[in-house]
């Protein structure tokens, strides 16, 4: 790391703290070698692990894959700055989880009510993909956080590899608890798991993931909760 290059500030607004999340971990050899190289490239990107952002007490869980390189990895939010996070946010505005259907940086002072976003991976991997390894380092701080959902919460895995990680984080097994979009699993622990895929400009561009698709899994997730429909 370059001892010329100023390290942003640690953004606290709504994060979850230690055991949940560690900016100092450098477990992931590669990953920690990674940011370093993204840090030198772009030294105005926060280039640390991201944490939990949203409600501590959330009564829903949203688990994302890792951040992106020029979004969460450089405003240290989230799906916040990325493609992904632009159908993200507008939906959990359009549900009132969110207070803006917009979140570019972490001064725009979004905010969410009853629900927390969090992924597999906290560091950025090479080329948006995490190895196994990599995923299982991590995975005590993913534990950690999913601990705190309240029983009759839901919990929103964003693809195969969240879905996966969330199972291995309470460990339960992955043939039990089948991946397929607008599935919807109940746990042991009385909560649901509900999956959809991810919200990738891949995704969303092929029309493998429509807005009407990802709202209908929000649809689902709201009855469950008890909550309002959405907004129109």
Known sequence: MRDDVKKPAIVPDMTISSPIYDASCRRCV??????????????SHRCLPVPPFGDPAARLVIVGLAPGMHGA?????PFTGDFAGILLYETLYAYGYASSPISRTVDDAVTLNDCRITNAVKCLPP????VPAEIRNCNDYLSADLATL???GALLALGRIAHDAALMALGLRRSDYP????ARHPLP????????????RYNTNTRRLTPAMFRSVFDAVGTWLGREPARQ
């Open 30 to 43: 590669r990953l920690a070698h990674f940011l370093e190289e993204v840090r030198a490239a772009y030294p």
């Open 73 to 77: 990895n450089a405003t240290g939010r």
């Open 127 to 130: 080329e948006n993909k995490p």
């Open 150 to 152: 309240p029983k009759g």
């Open 179 to 182: 991946f397929a979009h607008a």
């Open 189 to 200: 622990n009385g909560t649901i798991l509900f999956d959809s895929y991810h919200c990738s």
